[in-house]
């Protein structure tokens, strides 16, 4: 019985094909409606894909996607912080989130100027924690930057900035030269001219000095007034990473009147606009896309019905030899998907080889490297079986429908 179904199945795809390459103009006319809607939304789904890898990667050069920033709430009615996040809460954070976290740090920012030997630079002050250079990939023309050692012994060691280190020493060799700041600070490193840092402009950040953030409080008299930044392990769940850090200061701290002392903030909240405009204009072009698949599957519709006419005998030959409803409405409505599959896969072909141009162009003016989502190309294939079966119903049904009799007398 099973090789009775497998032999029919056999024969039905047959037939298909046999019927598809019978009349190869016909079909070519009739799948190029398919073949340029299928192209066209493979095109619109890789030009909006890749529109948003560019925005993206655009916005993580200003500042990291996965960065969340956490502060204490401020009391409107005694005008002061709630609370303060400290440098002990920040290692109770990552004892109890390890695996959520990627990365944390605290820095304070301020402007100072830097004296060497009469030569002075007003620079962009940053205190903070080693942990810093793990957050941001930073490269170094000299030296490195500073330790936990340095931070711990308060060490008063400077890295600078590209531009600094060629103002304040013109002949180079900055390492192990001490500059005033407020106070004599060692170089013990400075950043390459072509470091790019993901939070700051090159430019900004080629007159940035980075202390260690122990030496910064002690100087100041402050503590505990850092901003604190942490980096999400998993980009996908940032906002629960979010979550998750307010709950553990709130199990330290307890609430005041069922709310947090505390407040998170992260980048993603703000991109939401980002996604509502990569949907909104996916489906508006596809949607114009889709008109021409709407035309090429009545196209198959139309083609399929003049197919069942010419082979109106057929069909009553093959009903009267045995042929059940079932038989013909499966033959016709296979063919009708295998016609669109080929539409489909043809046009895939074409959306791919479209994409590569559009690639190629666009490197001429911007630097991205994004592929065709395989999705899409999946999509495509299901969007084209559906209207196969779709438009091909009707047909089918009507060529089962036949009397055996009057087919098979049919002029």
Not at 155 to 183: C, M, Q, S, T
Not at 368 to 396: H, K, N, Q
Request: aromatic share 10%; with cysteine; hydrophobic share 50%.
């Amino acid at each position: 019985m099973m090789e009775v179904a497998v032999l029919k199945w056999i024969e039905y795809i047959r037939l298909a094909f046999t019927e598809i390459l019978h009349n190869k103009i016909r079909t070519f006319l009739t799948l190029l409606g398919i073949v340029i809607g299928i192209a066209a939304v493979m095109i619109i789904i890789f030009v909006v894909h890749g529109a948003e890898v560019y925005i993206m990667s655009e916005l993580d050069t200003v500042l990291p996607l996965d960065l969340i920033q956490v502060t204490g709430r401020w009391d409107y009615d005694k005008q002061r912080m709630m609370a303060e996040v400290t440098l002990e809460d920040m290692a109770y954070i990552k004892k109890k989130l390890g695996r959520d976290i990627r990365s944390m740090t605290a820095i304070y920012q301020t402007d100072l100027e830097l004296n060497y030997k009469g030569r002075t630079y007003d620079a962009d002050i940053i205190a903070a924690l080693p942990s810093f250079q793990d957050f941001y990939k930073m490269s170094f023309s000299e030296g490195h930057f500073f330790t936990d050692i340095d931070l711990e012994d308060q060490n008063k060691v400077v890295v600078l900035g590209y531009e600094i280190a060629r103002e304040l020493f013109p002949e180079g060799d900055a390492l192990g030269k001490k500059i005033d700041i407020y106070g004599p600070y060692t170089v013990i490193g400075v950043l390459s001219k072509a470091y790019k840092s993901p939070l700051f402009t090159a430019d900004t950040n080629d007159n940035r000095a980075f202390i260690p953030l122990t030496n910064f409080e002690r100087y100041f008299g402050i503590k505990d007034k850092f901003l604190v930044m942490i980096r999400a392990a998993d980009m996908n769940n940032i906002a629960a990473t979010a979550a998750k850090i307010i709950e553990v200061l709130d199990e330290k701290y307890g609430l005041v009147e069922g709310e947090s002392k505390f407040q998170s903030y992260n980048l993603s909240d703000g991109l939401g606009g980002i996604n509502i405009i990569k949907i909104v204009l996916m489906v508006l072009l596809s949607g114009v896309a889709s008109i021409t698949l709407l035309v090429a599957g009545i196209g198959v519709m139309n083609i399929m019905l003049v197919i069942i006419t010419e082979r109106t005998k057929e069909i009553g030959l093959r009903k009267a030899l045995g042929a059940s409803r079932g038989d013909i409405l499966i033959q016709f409505i296979l063919e009708s998907i295998f016609l669109c599959l080929l539409g489909g896969v043809l046009g895939i072909v074409l959306g791919y080889l479209g994409s590569s141009l559009i690639l190629d162009y666009a490197r001429n003016f911007i630097n991205i490297e994004v592929a065709v989502p395989f999705w899409s190309v999946i999509l495509s294939l299901v969007f084209t079986c559906g209207v196969g079966l779709f438009f091909g119903i009707y047909p089918a049904a009507k060529a089962a429908k036949l009397d055996p009799i009057v087919a098979l007398q049919y002029e």
